[in-house]
């Protein structure tokens, strides 16, 4: 008997050790201290912008460099929410999803016109005109920006609760809530890209990614494949930001939009960790985050040491750090393989 | 004696009122003075896109022979402003005669990052060269961030920085004039270069097909060596320029990057004439933008852009095929 699978030793592991992970994740708050929060919740929101972003330039082929501009509309969006509508933060962040998912509409009906690296500047000027276009909107602090409301930061929903639970002070119980938030979203946005890969459409990307022509003469539908990953990956982003943008409760057009963290930073978390693969963002962002942390009395040199370094990497490694460790060992802890299991053929190829 | 004073009056309406009517009427709209205003607007922002062609004429260069987007290209122009103005501060050169001092400099880390870096990179696959220069981009910015500070610097341009020229009707400065004129005797010199040597029938060819062309014994890769070294010359005329009329700083170069790609884009891959064009039609959409209001006028060149893009993906004036 044959059968066709994805299931390998290591991914059986992962299986069982990523909830374990996730148990300890949840309860870390009661144990650490309000910077690690601070370094967890800036960690994982990284984490979630890397796997999006791998999802649609490993996988789906869309080279954007205007993702920014899904960060920034979805913490503007989220912030418009508290501050014209008056709705709880919480509540606000799917707003800031349902915007980045709206605005990217229009975005790929311009961008997919464009080709290859066409569509890398196509998007990187929608993200500025976006940025611009949010700069003009007066009720929202315009250019300078603005603060959410102490009314709304001091009743957010279930810092109550989450101060009863660990005795601690309302802006420490935020960090907390943040962090349970990021978490979830890191949870669910690498879950969905690990289904999306082993289902249908990721068979599709694969096709596709591989060779265009093959995967239409078979049936794939390339350009709806293109607007779902990017109108997914869009929506996601919106939400990232807006929890981003819920635990700084500041906000302005330039760090909203900002080229270097949302972007730059992402594509190099990506690119270090191993472009393709959902372990290469996961060891990525450690990299990054330690060369960060060593780094942070250097000033501009940390940007330049990463930026050297993604050269270095794209130059000698360009399947990234994972790409080296995988090809090595032969480890796949999140397999999207499919290969075919059966009694061993002797004499067989 | 009573005939005296018309005469006066007369001479004095033609010597001093005559050469400023065109300033006179700028300041009375009622003499017809809104439409010499959209003149001056628009010859200003035609001039603009002369600085705006320079920036993306080495980027159109290297994009139309070997299909590389060069990421880092804004940030290669605010080094090139910075070596002229070492030139000029630390060796007391002129900035011309800097300039020239620092085109063979650039030719040559064009020529070694393309020989040493991008040739390794370049293929079928987009992504790696696009991200080993968004990675060089990066790593650039901060660079020159750490040796040459956040403070906004300019090229010491002596007499030529206020000049202008009355031409009647507008009032044009020198400056933006020289850039103009730069920018086609550039453009006129790539094309003599592309289409009457030996070297731009090799471009030419390695553009077409880079496989069939090595078997004509072409160095695909030597040529784009060669190809982004002259980029990184044109790069240096438009970072002196650029240094002469306006203050810079490390951090400026992805937006010069913006403006010198849809100018490419705009006029269509391949055509230099195009360019030139596509960076007219950004220059004259800014200062329109700016015009109506200043905030607009950076989202004004983009809208253009975003426009010539929904009506002719390919660009005004496409040569090459993708």
Redesign the interface.
Known sequence: MYRLTTRTRAGTVTAITVPVFIVVALALPALASRGVMQDLFFILTMLTLAQIWNLL?GYG?L?S?GQQAFVGIGAYAMFAGVILLDWNPVLAIPLGGLAALVLAVPTAF?AF??????F???T???A??TR??V??WKALGG?TGTSLPREATSSIMGTDAIRALFGVREAAARDVLAYWLALALVVAVTGGVYWLLRSRLGLALAAVRDNVDAAQSVGVDTGRLRWAVFLIAAAATGLTGALIFLQTARISPGAAFA??DWI?NV??IV?IGG?GTIEGPILGVLVFFALRSALADC?????????????VV??FA?KGLWGLIASRSGLHLFPVRRRLTGPKIEGGI | MKSIPPILEWRHDKGTEAPSFARAALSWPERGGAAMIWLDTLVQGALLGGLYALFAAGLSLVFGIMRLVNLAHGDLIILAAYLVLMGVTLLGLSPWIAALVAMPVMFALGWLLQAAVLNRVLGKDILPPLLVTFGLSVALQNGLLELFSADSRRIPAGALEGASLDLGLVTVGIMPLMTFASAIVTIIALNGLFYHTALGRAFRATSDDAVTAGLMGIEPKRIFAVATGIAMVVVTLAALYLGMRANFDPSIGPARLIYAFEAVIIGGLGSLWGTLAGGIIIGVAQTFGAALNPEWQILAGHIAFLTVMLLKPRGLFPRAVD
Do not use: N
Request: no cysteine.
């Open positions: 330039a082929g080279v460099v311009f016109r464009l080709q290859g690296a066409y890398a500047v196509g990187w000027v929608i500025e005109v611009l276009l700069a003009q250019g080229v270097t730059a594509i190099f690119v472009i000033g501009s040199w940390y940007l330049m040491t990463l930026g050297l370094i993604a050269v794209m130059l360009p």
